[in-house]
């Protein structure tokens, strides 16, 4: 089922290769909710991907522990 997001502060990491051109775009939803959207910078009218609170705090612990460096960089 496909929702309707909310406004969405978005954010894009300073260690985008091309300045922002070409990366992951997130941010909260500023609708008091606590959830956090994810999209492509390139196709920002496609798939926005929604988390909640809980899956968002899930992913980043991931992110800082390692369990996502694929590259081994």
């Not at 406004?7 to 070409?22: F, L, M, Y």
């Amino acid at each position: 089922m496909s929702e309707i997001v909310p406004e969405v502060a978005w954010h894009i990491s300073t260690r985008s290769p091309d300045n922002g051109g070409n990366c992951v775009e997130a941010g909260p939803l500023l609708d008091g909710s606590g959830r956090v959207a994810v999209r492509h910078s390139k196709a920002r009218d496609a798939a926005t991907i929604v988390y909640t609170a809980d899956e968002w705090a899930a992913f980043v612990g991931g992110v800082k522990d390692g369990e996502f460096d694929f590259t081994g960089g």
